[in-house]
């Protein structure tokens, strides 16, 4: 049985996306981030970084992933699916997965901080991570004009990558002149899995019924 520790935020959805995805037996705690839940001293025994997500697994003695990029990396063990065995698409797949962790979630991330939530608006700030938010945008976009998927089949880089391109509007960045986006976010918005998956720890409907300034604490900030 896993062990989700989570919340409503894109690093969040790519977990319990890939969860229902596995259909793996799961149960999961929603972290309040408003309260620091995720700085408090049981927390940090598990990810000392104190972000989420985290599982743990306890048909493994209990072991513990943190980082989501390795937690999507460890199920695709653990199941045998959504990463090829193949050496060459294996290393593709993890090059795309690279790409959310290390560029798209980072620099969104800061569009959201600088366009949302900071007290001061710098328009150095918001320009700056906007736009390179829409030229990573471009980027998918251009390796997805001749497939269906990040790389070629659905892999956990579609998983890593769809929470984020979902939160655009939030970025206050324009998608719908990427076609080949735009296609891919709605081919795999309409995923039964993926629609259970955004329904954890919160339902969908109960987040749209709360205002802007009710969801700040539960959006996570990536500085």
Known sequence: MIELFTSATPNGYKVSIMLEECAIPYTFHRIRLGSKEQKQSWFLRLNPNGRIPVIVDHANDDFVVFESGAILLY???????????????????????????????????????????????????????????????????????????????????DFAAFPWVRQYEWAGVAI?????????????????????????????????????????GDIQRII
Do not use: C
């Open 176 to 216: 719908d002149d990427l076609p080949n986006l735009w296609r891919w976010f709605h081919l795999l918005l309409e995923r039964p899995a993926v629609q259970r998956g955004l329904d954890v720890p919160v339902p969908q409907a109960e987040l749209q019924r709360r205002s802007a300034q009710d969801r700040v």
């Open 75 to 157: 199920l695709a063990e653990l199941v045998g699916r959504f990463l090829p065995a193949e050496q060459k698409q294996r290393s593709r797949v993890l090059q795309w997965l690279m790409f959310q962790t290390g560029g798209l979630g980072p620099m969104q991330g800061q569009a959201h901080v600088f366009y949302r939530y900071a007290p001061d608006k710098i328009p150095y700030a918001i320009g700056r991570y906007q736009n390179e938010t829409r030229r990573l945008y471009e980027v998918l976009d251009r390796q997805l004009d001749s497939r269906e998927f990040l790389v070629d089949d659905l892999s956990i880089a």
